[in-house]
């Protein structure tokens, strides 16, 4: 191979390697292994022994596939919100990296097989749950609720709730009630997360026209949501041990995260600062992930 068609087949490379990066960061890979995170956790506790482990492949692979896709579409609605928000402006589409044509044929296909996937090699069950989160997030949330009502977060966490339910459907082809206690934990968790980061990024949002809770209600009223809901969260986080679906280890573990997520809280609003704020943001995902393994944990303990 002579030099230049070397450098034209590196060149070439490179550019792949660069529209692969851009059709990732379209899909918002962060959020979606923490959406996949909590959905395995749901399959592993579902069931008494070790779940089939070609099922647990093919339901993180489907579940992976179409929460990318909803994040893609979440990106194509509201490009011209991101491109005015410090925190956005750098994503593919209000960059000008990718079109909207490819945003809208990446999430369409990738939708499609993750689909596909669940339909094939799971159950019809977890693929319908999941075309419906997709749409709830995509759609229902992105489109009508985010522009709407400072409440978008609080009535739009029910698709972001979903993945632990879609995990047990998965490997049981039922949504329990053991299920939806996952759910309600997810759901209360959301708000004090978002509204801890909204509470930094007021001024993106205000210059986005988007009515979160600090622009409708002011930074005073957002604190004191948090608190409120962040009480709420130690409470359904007992559930599964007032059910008997965990044990002493989860309840110890549950009550130190609370402890410390309530910490955070009453400081944010005792002594509000962008980097507190910051802190709260980075330890309610922290807090989460470690409340779910110490449900798996404590499962596989007993």
């Not at 693929?127 to 759609?139: D, I, S």
């Not at 966490?157 to 039922?174: E, K, Q, Y």
């Not at 053991?178 to 004090?192: D, K, S």
Request: net charge positive.
């Amino acid at each position: 191979m002579s030099g230049s068609a070397a450098s034209t087949a590196m060149t070439s490379i490179a550019l792949a390697e660069t529209r692969l990066k851009q059709f990732l960061a379209l899909a918002k890979p962060r959020v979606v292994s923490l959406i996949v995170f909590c959905a395995v956790i749901g399959m592993f506790l579902a069931t008494p022994g070790l779940p089939n482990p070609a099922i647990v492949f093919a339901a993180t692979v489907g579940i992976a596939l179409v929460a990318g896709a909803a994040a893609a579409i979440n990106c194509l609605v509201e490009q011209k919100i991101d491109a005015k928000m410090a925190r956005t402006r750098a994503r593919p589409l209000p960059a000008g990296e990718l079109t909207s044509t490819q945003t809208l044929v990446f999430a369409s296909l990738v939708g499609g097989a993750g689909l596909a996937i669940l339909g094939a090699w799971v159950n019809v069950l977890t693929m319908a749950l999941t075309l419906a989160t997709f749409v709830g997030y995509a759609f229902v949330y992105t489109v009508l609720l985010k522009p709407a009502t400072p409440q978008n977060i609080v009535i739009g966490g029910a698709s972001g709730a979903m993945p632990p339910v879609l995990g047990w459907a998965a490997i049981t082809n039922d949504v329990a009630p053991e299920a939806l206690i996952l759910f309600l934990i997810i759901f209360v968790w959301t708000p004090p997360h978002f509204w801890s980061l909204a509470l930094y990024r007021t001024q993106d949002y205000a210059r986005a026209g988007l009515p979160m809770l600090p622009v409708t209600h002011g930074a005073l009223y957002t604190r004191l949501m948090i608190i409120l809901y962040t009480f709420a969260l130690i409470a359904v986080s007992l559930l599964p041990y007032a059910i008997r679906m965990s044990g002493m280890l989860y309840l110890v573990a549950a009550l130190a995260l609370g402890a410390v997520f309530a910490g955070y809280a009453i400081a944010l609003y005792v002594r509000y600062s962008d980097a507190l704020a910051r802190r709260t943001f980075a330890y309610s995902i922290a807090y989460l992930a470690a409340l779910f393994s110490a449900l798996l944990v404590d499962h596989y303990w007993r």
